[in-house]
């Protein structure tokens, strides 16, 4: 199977870094910027995942998440929330709870696409060792 992750990510050189190991691993990755604009694209792209940055401008983690959860078409797909670490307060882990999983920043490039697989039902094929 190939899965296709909706990268909700406001920050360039992590949305680059996310792209390139999840591409390499066999996923298609279609980028959003902000909220807004995860939120357009998740009503008609159908994703098998979402992953959220919880820290986004504007409309801020909780109320995409909510939103996203208000998609039908989502309802089977896991949505990922990706917190920082550093920052990461009671807050964001109880947003992160909302979620079905959470990863943390910085992301393990070693790791992070077999984190990613592993919340989908089924192995993808032709994953890169
Ligand atoms: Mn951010």
């Not at 959860?69 to 307060?89: E, F, K, Q, W």
């Not at 109880?94 to 919340?119: H, M, N, S, T, V």
Request: glycine share 8%; proline share 6%; hydrophobic share 50%.
């Amino acid at each position: 199977m190939t899965a296709t992750v909706l990268l909700i990510e406001d920050n360039a050189q992590n949305r680059h870094l996310a792209t390139y190991l999840l591409e390499r691993h066999g996923f298609v990755v279609v980028p959003a910027v902000d909220g807004a604009e995860g939120i357009a694209i998740a009503t008609t792209l159908r994703p098998d995942l979402v992953l959220l940055d919880i820290q986004l401008p504007g409309m801020d983690g909780h109320g995409v998440a909510g939103a996203l959860r208000a998609i039908d078409a989502l309802r089977t797909a896991p949505i990922i929330a990706v917190t920082s670490y550093a920052m990461a307060g009671d807050r964001e882990k109880a947003l992160a709870a909302e979620c079905d999983g959470y990863i943390e920043k910085p992301i393990d490039p070693q790791r992070f696409a077999a984190d990613i697989a592993a919340f989908l039902p089924l192995p993808l094929a032709g994953a890169v060792a």
